[in-house]
Structure formats: C-alpha cells, structure tokens
C-alpha cells in the first residue's frame, strides 16, 4: 500500500489547506445581537447628534455649500426639525466619520503593504528593477 504522502493530490491539497487555515485565522471574531424595536435612542444622545449636526452647519464651508446648492438657512432648519431621530443619527455618524486626515494611516500602510509585495515578487522570480 502507498504512503498518504506520495500522492501526486497531497502537496496541493496540503498547501490549499494551510491557505484556508490562514485565511480563516485572519477574520476577526464578530458578536451580534438583536435588540427590541420598541427601544428607542435616549434623548441626551438625540441631543449630543443634533449638536454634532449643528456644529457642522455652522461650518463656514458647509454653508457656503449648502448655499451654493440653493438652500437657505431657514430651509435646511425646517429639514432638521422634520427628520426622525434616527435620521439625524446616520447624519451625525457621517458628519463624525468625514473628519480631515482621517484614514491616512491605513492608506501608508495600504501603499507599504503592496509595495513590500512587489519587492518580494520581484526577488523570488528573479527579476531586477534598476533605476538610471
């Protein structure tokens, strides 16, 4: 009888495997819950997402934006007191997740990752790059 191991499938099939376990180990752990729909935000958080909403309003930029779409003052009030709580979350979570700079550092790590990759790529397939 053949050992497992001489098998022209085994190597590939070994290799194959070692990938998926990495790949496997790298996805993080995720918890999840569902919660009641009956719950709804407290009203100190309500009122901390519409000070964020306001803080960004008062943006010189932003109004100046607004204002170059044709909205005015009294036009973007009246759309703030009509949108739902959690309307006015979503838009508070945006407004906090644009601020300047932000994500810098996981494009340079991004940007060294890859070219790491093509050095390595470059050095195991024997290929050189020279610059004049």
Known sequence: MKQLTTFAWFKPLTMCMALIMFTLGLVPRVEASFLPTGESRSLAAQEADMSVVREALENKIVGQRLADFGYTAEEV?????????????????????VQAGEGALGVIIA??????LVVLILHFSGKTVTIQ
């Open 77 to 97: 009030e009246n759309t703030l007191k009509l949108a739902s709580p959690e309307e006015i979350h979503q838009l508070a979570t945006n407004i906090q997740a």
């Open 111 to 116: 940007i060294l990752v890859i070219a790491l």
